[in-house]
């Protein structure tokens, strides 16, 4: 029994898988940088006048700095007024 491999038809499927993961990685890529770049306007515009230096990541989300190298979330942050 002789078993005969086409080796132009694999290369062929094998050069297309790639192609197709490749869009998908892009694809993917641009999804999430969409997300993060909104995440980011939407906290900048949120922080802009409570006088505290603020960050944003995707899994951190918005956070400001109370104190010297101390970050919390900003949806934990409230004012006080006495």
């Keep these: ?9 694999l290369i062929t499927n094998l050069i297309s ?3 197709v993961g ?5 694809v993917l890529a641009a999804v999430v940088g969409i997300f993060y ?3 980011k306007a939407e ?14 990541s995707l ?9 010297k190298d101390q970050w919390i979330p900003l949806d934990n942050y ?3 007024q006495e």
């Design 37 to 39: 770049l909104a995440g």
């Design 1 to 9: 029994m002789i078993i005969k491999i086409d080796f132009k038809n």
């Design 43 to 56: 906290c900048n515009a949120l922080t802009k006048d409570i006088g505290f230096a603020s960050r944003y």
């Design 22 to 26: 490749v869009i998908m990685a892009v």
């Design 78 to 80: 409230y004012f006080k």
């Design 59 to 67: 899994y951190g989300r918005c956070q400001i700095e109370v104190q």
């Design 17 to 19: 898988a790639i192609i």
